[in-house]
């Protein structure tokens, strides 16, 4: 009894002296950042009440910005039309590839190998790299962020979908395998249908997340919503901006909500 | 006798042949309906429509696209194969590199904390249900902020530099570390917040004795997975926002000295911290766990 006590009592400071050592790290750490940042956390946390002032005065849309609304939706569905292909593109190609570079369904290790380092080159490159070197060639087009998020679309869901198929596959190809089938009927007979609702559960949540970098390689490379956002806000023109800003958010939202009923009835 | 046998031999044979499915050309269909399938089928359906849909509605404005690839491809030869610095030295990129993981770093640490509290007010199982549910709106709309308008925003009243740039990044973690936390607390036993109520404890010793002991290795999952995220904005940022770091000396040898070569050198940079950061992160979690 004596001993369960103390031993008690010594998991508890055990736990005090843990949690106050991860304090301590994540204080040093802080001063160090903010030191090397050149970053004042008192300014940076008066910056949000004043903030927050700043968008309730000045993004309010007005009269002037409703009429901009036709050209803000219109690049609005070309900027979700844009992050749906390119998720659908890059999710064909990383299925195929990942069957290449799963342990269970790979036709030869070497190629294997290579299909996770060229799938991890592309996932590492920052996507403000291929859109830069896209623009080159490309312009203000299109093109520049369809294929600058493929390619990290890609690098991505190639890593993920060889864990999916690594994951659900290993029973099913045996016990096809065992029946007789060839190469192409384990993938569309057995591995497919498996992964499949883990497969669009991923789709979903990238054309959320590639509606978000599409403002952001948008801004970068003059393409469809972030340059209309770029525009107003360079132009001072903040009550246009902020309408931007609400119809990026109300499309984020209604996505995430079908998105969530989509994996409701899936899984 | 007989004849009931007969009868519900009958019923049992027409029974099975309404629950066989046939195909047009009359094979038997082995598949099983089901709603999942079905939601399946129309998602993936609609999916590839709309990508369809997309590639005729751009607008291409013509180019040259068998030219845009084969220069495209020219340049990444060039960027990728013959990397060197012109302009900056590579203590000053090493530099820059440590700016943006300390960005990274201020904007995770900052966000962890605020998100620490909204989730204790959001968390469906502690917080009262009014409250939660006006934070969870909240969270959902500073989520649906792409990262790059709230550094432009706060670039206004804080002008351009760490300050917006560390603001702008916490603000979209805390929208995103509020969420996972409150998943990871409501996921909890309740039966542990009911006992501890029910000797007296008050609401701080039920959080540090019960909820953040139990829930604390996702926490720190999720907090580290934010904290690669935020690395590679804070890249974006410094490009698309002019917020400092490695992203800024991209966007200069980009767009103003048209340095493919230095542009090369700082990606394969970029891509050694993160391969780094990535295994370092790996070695910190299994730690913990």
């Given amino acids: 009894m004596e001993k369960r006590r103390t031993n008690e009592i010594l998991l508890f400071q055990k736990r005090k002296l843990v949690f106050t050592a991860a304090a301590a790290v994540v204080i040093l750490l802080y001063g160090m950042a903010s030191f090397v940042t050149e970053y004042d956390t008192l300014l940076g946390l008066s910056s949000f009440p004043k903030a927050f002032k700043w968008i309730i005065v000045n993004m309010v849309p007005n009269a002037k910005a409703l009429e901009r609304l036709p050209n803000i939706l219109k690049k609005l569905t070309e900027t979700a039309l844009l992050s749906v292909a390119v998720t659908v593109c890059a999710a064909i190609c990383a299925f195929f590839f990942a069957l290449l570079g799963s342990k269970t369904t790979r036709v030869n290790p070497v190629l294997a190998g290579s299909v996770r380092v060229v799938a991890a080159f592309f996932r590492n490159v920052p996507d403000v790299v291929w859109a830069i070197l896209l623009m080159f060639s490309f312009g203000q087009n299109v093109l520049t962020g369809f294929f600058a998020m493929f390619l990290t679309t890609f690098g991505l869901l190639t890593r993920t979908f060889i864990e999916t198929i690594d994951e659900v ?89 079908i998105s969530g009923g989509i994996r409701k009835v899936i899984l | 006798m007989n004849e009931s046998a007969a009868a519900q031999k009958s019923a049992l044979s027409f029974d099975i042949q309404r629950q066989i499915r046939k195909t047009a050309t009359g094979k038997i269909k082995t598949g099983a309906v089901s709603k999942s399938g079905f939601a399946i089928k129309a998602t993936m359906l609609v999916l590839l429509g709309l990508s369809v849909l997309a590639f005729f509605t751009f607008d291409y404005k013509d180019i040259d696209f068998a030219g845009a690839v084969q220069g495209t491809l020219r340049n990444a030869a060039t960027l990728f194969a013959a990397p060197k610095l012109k302009y900056a030295s590579p203590g000053a990129v090493l530099n820059q590199l440590f700016v943006t993981f300390c960005l990274g770093i201020l904007s995770t640490i900052l966000g962890a904390a605020i998100a620490f509290f909204g989730a204790l007010l959001c968390a469906g ?14 969270v959902a709309f500073v989520r649906a902020v792409p990262t790059v308008l709230w550094v432009l925003i706060f670039a206004v009243t804080a002008g351009l530099g760490s300050v917006a740039a560390v603001s702008g990044l916490t603000f979209h973690s805390a929208g995103y570390l509020i969420k996972a936390y409150a998943e990871s607390i409501e996921e909890m036993d309740y039966g542990t917040i009911e006992a501890l109520k029910a000797s007296g404890a008050g609401f701080w010793q039920i959080v540090f004795q019960a909820i953040l002991p139990s829930s604390i290795s996702y926490m720190l999952a999720w907090t580290f997975l934010r904290f690669e995220i935020n690395f590679t904005n804070a890249i974006a940022m410094g490009a698309a926002a002019g917020a400092g770091g490695i992203g800024y000396n991209l966007f200069m040898a980009g767009y103003f000295y048209f340095d493919l070569r230095e542009m090369g050198y700082l990606t394969y940079a970029i891509v050694l911290a993160v391969v780094l950061l990535e295994i370092a992160a790996t070695k910190i979690k299994a730690k913990v766990k």
């Fill in chain 2, 125 to 138: 199982n502690i917080s009262n249900p009014r409250v939660s549910a006006v934070i969870k709106g909240i």
């Fill in chain 1, 169 to 257: 596959s290993n029973d099913c190809v045996e016990a096809l395998h065992a029946a007789g089938a060839n190469y192409m009927q384990t993938v569309f007979q057995g591995i497919l249908p498996s992964s499949i609702s883990e497969v669009i559960t991923w789709i979903l949540f990238m054309i959320e997340t590639n509606i978000r970098s599409s403002t952001l390689i948008g801004i970068l490379t003059g393409t469809g919503i972030g340059y209309l956002f770029d525009l107003y806000y360079k132009r001072l023109d903040y009550p246009s901006a902020s309408l931007v800003v609400m119809s990026i958010v109300i499309l984020v939202i209604l996505l995430e909500t």
